[in-house]
């Protein structure tokens, strides 16, 4: 079995509250043999496609509805269980799923401004989780921040808390997403992410900020 959602976060703002998904990661991961998927591009959700058509067992793919960029130039390998690392340096590790990880490159440059180097990793794999990744970043990073259009709690923040824990890291995480409340707000995607602080200046900002209590 295969589910493809269509229209993840707050693509469907517009209709209101009742057509914004932030909680189908935390429901989805929770299934048994499950996989999770959230793509972070057109290139990527056809390599995603393909794979899904050949593995055997349920896979729950989130896609974005909203014309989004392409941040790959063609279509990447794709494995679960492996995240792709887009930037690669910097002591602040951005791990962002989904069409969001946009807005995660567009705050890098933000924050460089601000002589903050860091590196961006498109966490594709929500389920199964790229452990490594995440056990490397903490090791060599001295924030680690996870940028998700989903609810705080049981995402890709979720996830990666748990790996951390697991591992005894003492590196400190940001979770950046929608908070734990239920929505009231209607309008645009673009409109709500600003609201909900994931535009690219306000996650920066949110970075900045964690980022001189870390020194």
Partial sequence: MKIISVGGGFSYGHQGVTHCAIEDIAIMRAIPNMAVVCPVDPYETEAVIDFAVRHEGPM???LGKAGEKNLF????KFAPGRFSVLSGKGDVALFATGPLTWNALEAMSFLRAKGIPCRIIAASSVKPIDRRT????????RLLVSVE????MGGLGGAIAEV???GGSHAPLLRL???????????SQEYLRDYYNLSPKKIADAILRRAKRNR
């Fill in 177 to 187: 997403g929608v908070p734990d409340v239920f929505l009231k707000k209607i309008g």
């Fill in 164 to 166: 951390l824990a697991e």
């Fill in 73 to 76: 130039k063609k279509p990447p």
């Fill in 149 to 152: 259009e989903h609810n705080v």
């Fill in 134 to 141: 995440i056990r490397k970043a903490a090791q060599e990073c």
């Fill in 60 to 62: 729950y793919i989130r």
